[in-house]
């Protein structure tokens, strides 16, 4: 199901975070744990699933994925939006 408000798609799909987040053995809970800002289970299951996050909180999943992986990953790595 496709939700639009104003022409605007908030549900993109799978996005490239889940692939690497696989490839590195990293769940939503490392995340979570890694994270030195308030990043909620939910934002990082809602980034995987491609439904659009705010600016604020794709840094964060951004931050706490570096962090966990020790790699320097940037957003155009992570979300394909």
């Known amino acids: 199901m496709v939700t639009k408000t104003n022409n ?3 549900n993109l799909g799978p ?3 889940a692939v690497i987040m696989g490839q590195l053995n990293l769940s939503g809970h490392d995340l979570v744990a890694a994270s ?3 990043l909620t289970h939910k934002m990082v299951a809602r980034a995987c699933k491609g439904r659009r996050l705010t600016a ?3 840094v964060k999943v951004l931050n706490a994925l ?3 992986s020790g790699k320097s990953y940037g957003l ?3 979300f394909n939006y």
Do not use: K
Request: zero cysteines.
């Open 8 to 10: 605007f798609e908030r």
């Open 15 to 17: 996005q490239p975070v």
């Open 36 to 38: 030195g800002e308030q």
């Open 56 to 58: 604020g909180a794709q």
């Open 66 to 68: 570096n962090r966990a």
């Open 76 to 78: 155009g790595d992570l």
